[in-house]
């Protein structure tokens, strides 16, 4: 019995994990850095780039989707929405809103399981 919950979790999208996955991409980019606008493409190139190469150490049976957003914060408001067509018992999403003095990044992770 024990072998069939470990093989459900070796096929199964954790969001603790994911959530780890994020935050570690996020802090390894930007870390103590303040909003540079010149550098933001970069920085949102290496986070999504971070997590999927990690997410594709997981072996997992999946396809991934990783979006990220950058935004200095200066008072203006940002208003987001996901929404998916999936089967709620294999596909899960993940989003992790991270932010420091000068700046809010936002990712979001969808698995598809294949």
Not at 23 to 32: F, H, L, N, Q, Y
Not at 35 to 58: A, D, F, G, I, M
């Amino acid at each position: 019995m024990d072998s069939d919950f470990a093989a459900g979790e070796d096929t199964a999208f954790v969001n603790d994990e994911i959530s780890s996955i994020i935050k570690e991409a996020i802090e390894a980019t930007i870390g103590g850095n303040t909003y540079q606008h010149n550098k933001v493409n970069q920085w949102t190139s290496n986070v999504v780039e971070q997590c999927l190469n990690q997410l594709t150490k997981l072996s997992k049976p999946f396809k991934y989707i990783v979006n990220c957003v950058i935004m200095q914060k200066n008072g203006a408001g940002l208003h987001m929405a996901n929404s998916c067509y999936w089967d709620n018992a294999t596909d899960g999403s993940c989003t992790v809103r991270w932010e420091n003095k000068t700046m809010y990044c936002i990712v979001s992770i969808f698995g598809l399981a294949i």
